[in-house]
Antibody, heavy 119, light 109 residues
């Protein structure tokens, strides 16, 4: 079955760069799906960060667009997230998810990884 | 973009039906038939429950149904069970991006 697994540092210093990777198994990032990042601040709701297609085409949440970039590595079957100029407000659980072109929804989710921005 | 508006909590007794509303604007819920719903138990990843406003993916119980009218989407849980106690989020495609709802905690009394 399709599985997504997030990885990356659990602690990031303020003003630093938050970097995460999502490894995909059971599917290919080169298939006709979009690949997204979603985050959830402590005790809060879900926030869509952005998405990428295997061609490199991407879309971002307008409120985060200036600090976020998402890339894809088809050779490693994974995609990555960078959030620049991190602040405490970026502390959250970060999920990667498959944006199914069939459903136009997020049908497969990773287990999530907790990231804290603190000195 | 602002989050879609959901009630903070909805409660019901086992066997009852409850409905969660999700209100957007004309540029998201009101303009695209791409509202999805997710169930999230504590410390777990969200689970995909509904797509295109009212369709259930394979494996999701028929007790979950949904609809959309104008700028408001709704999720109904029939025959409420203890295992349904969780947070529920709606999500709408908004033309090149997505917006989630504020989330609703379902409490089974």
């Amino acid at each position: 079955q399709v599985q997504l697994q997030e990885s990356g540092p659990g602690l990031v210093k303020p003003s630093g760069t938050l970097s995460l990777t999502c490894a995909v198994s059971g599917d290919s990032v080169s298939n006709s799906n979009w690949w997204s990042w979603v985050r959830q601040s402590p005790g809060k709701g879900l926030e869509w960060i952005g998405e990428i297609y295997h061609s490199g085409s991407s879309n971002y949440n307008p409120s985060l667009k200036s600090r976020v970039s998402i890339s894809v590595d088809t050779s490693k079957n994974q995609f990555s997230l960078n959030v620049n100029s991190a602040t405490a407000a970026d502390t959250a659980i970060y999920y990667c998810a498959r944006g199914s072109s069939w459903y136009t929804a997020f049908d497969i989710w990773g287990q999530g990884t907790s990231v804290t921005v603190s000195s | 973009q602002s989050a879609l508006t959901q009630p903070a909590s909805v409660s019901g007794s086992p066997g009852q039906s409850i409905t969660i509303s999700c209100t957007g604007i004309s540029s998201d819920v009101g303009n695209y038939n791409f509202v999805s719903w997710y169930q999230q138990h504590p410390a777990r990843a969200p689970k995909f429950m509904i797509y295109e406003g009212n369709k259930r993916p394979s494996g999701v119980s028929k007790r979950f149904s949904a609809s959309t009218s104008g700028i408001t989407a709704s999720l109904t849980i029939s025959g409420l069970q203890a295992e349904d106690e969780a947070d529920y989020y709606c999500c709408s495609y908004a033309g090149g991006n997505y917006v989630f709802g504020t989330g609703t905690k379902v409490i089974v009394l």
